[in-house]
């Protein structure tokens, strides 16, 4: 069964600083990998769809990347800003049809 | 283009009542799913929809069905609510379920049953 994994739970920065945040599943047999955001009380946004045959994608100042055989996918925000203080989650797509989601990494930005 | 809408946005309900989450979007998307969010265990899939007229189980079924008898519409039901439901409910849509499967989400529910 696939499990993802999120760490850390929660990261505290200061403004302008670079970061990374780590996602890790278990079952390498994966259609494509998703990030989200989710401010609080609201739904998900997705910020970046990766499939299995790429390395990366980016978008502004955000970059992510998979290594599937490792099992692991990473997502970069450049330059972080107080406004992207949000729960940031990854999700594995696979055969059938769900998403299945890691518990989700909560970023502090202060100024 | 609204996206996914999902009505209510809250709801309070006591043990034993019923109702139903709707789902719409305009996205002419075949698949569409219900997940629940629920503190310290992430978003799990309930049921999800491949088609008109399909359903199929998830992850955490019991205690709910589901009904997609339009293509833009998917319906989620509570018959005898519990407080164990209480959580925040997400639907989401996408064109298919294999590769590319890139889903798009609602705005949510937050269901509290007293």
């Known amino acids: 069964k696939q499990e993802v994994t999120q760490i850390p739970a929660a990261l505290s920065v200061p403004e302008g600083e670079n970061l990374v945040l780590n996602c890790s599943f278990t079952?390498?047999?994966?259609?494509?990998l998703q990030w989200f955001r989710q401010d609080p009380g609201k739904g998900l946004t997705s910020l970046l769809l990766i499939q299995s045959s790429q390395r990366e994608q980016t978008s502004g100042r955000l970059n992510a990347s998979l290594d599937k055989s490792s099992g692991r996918s990473t997502l970069y925000i450049a330059a972080s800003q107080p406004g992207d203080s949000a729960t940031y989650l990854c999700?594995?797509?696979?055969?059938?049809?769900?998403?299945?989601f890691g518990k989700g990494t909560t970023l502090s930005v202060s100024s | 283009n609204a996206g996914v809408t999902q009505t209510p946005k809250f709801r309070v309900l006591k043990t034993g009542q019923s109702m139903t989450l709707l789902c719409a979007q305009d996205?002419?998307?075949?698949?569409m799913y219900w997940y629940r969010q629920d503190p310290g265990m992430g978003l799990r899939l309930i049921h999800y929809?491949?088609?008109?007229?399909?359903?199929a189980k998830g992850e955490v079924p019991d205690g709910y069905n589901v009904s997609r008898l339009k293509k833009q519409n998917f319906l989620l039901g509570l018959e005898s609510a519990a407080p164990s439901q209480t959580s925040v409910y997400f639907c989401?849509?996408?064109?298919?379920?294999?590769?590319?499967?890139?889903?798009?989400f609602g705005p949510g529910t937050r269901l509290t049953v007293l």
């Open positions: 996205m002419n998307h075949e698949y």
């Open positions: 999700a594995v797509g696979q055969a059938g049809t769900a998403l299945i």
């Open positions: 079952d390498s047999a994966i259609y494509n």
């Open positions: 989401a849509s996408s064109t298919w379920g294999g590769m590319g499967n890139e889903q798009f």
């Open positions: 929809s491949v088609g008109e007229g399909t359903t």
